[in-house]
């Protein structure tokens, strides 16, 4: 199984930034798996919104955060971050971390089965 906790959301006005942590580990947890962010609005389906390799050398970010949100990692200690600039209102949502083999999989297979997701955390845009 491989363990997710997320970190950092909180609520901020439009225009803030934000910067979230997930921590992975477990035994089913690869390393060199690429990680990535989604997150879950209310009365809205889990979207994909950025993922990067193990190298760093890949990423992805869907369209609507392309430009404001940087995807990073630490590969010592299995951490993914989100950093989130320029918040709006539309971003506000549930946060989550995962892994997959590769970024073309989180990015471009909505349906993918993940082995388990973590709590999340809450990112509240508002004014």
């Known amino acids: 199984q491989v363990f997710l906790v997320e970190s950092g959301g909180g609520s901020v006005q439009p225009g803030g930034s934000l910067r979230l942590s997930c921590t992975a580990s477990?035994?089913?947890?690869?390393?060199?798996?690429?990680m990535g962010w989604f997150r879950q609005a209310p009365g809205k389906e889990r979207e994909f919104v950025a993922a990067?390799?193990?190298?760093?050398?890949?990423?992805a970010y869907s369209d609507p955060v392309k430009g404001r949100f940087t995807v990073s990692r630490d590969n010592a200690t299995n951490t993914l971050y989100l950093q989130m600039n320029s918040l709006q209102l539309e971003d506000t949502a549930v946060y989550y971390c995962?892994?997959?083999?590769?970024?073309?999989?989180?990015?471009?297979?909505?349906?993918?089965?993940?082995?388990?997701w973590g709590q999340g955390t809450q990112v509240t845009v508002s004014s």
């Open positions: 477990g035994r089913a947890f690869s390393p060199y798996a690429a």
């Open positions: 995962n892994t997959a083999a590769s970024v073309a999989t989180m990015a471009y297979r909505p349906n993918y089965e993940y082995r388990s």
């Open positions: 990067i390799s193990w190298r760093g050398n890949n990423v």
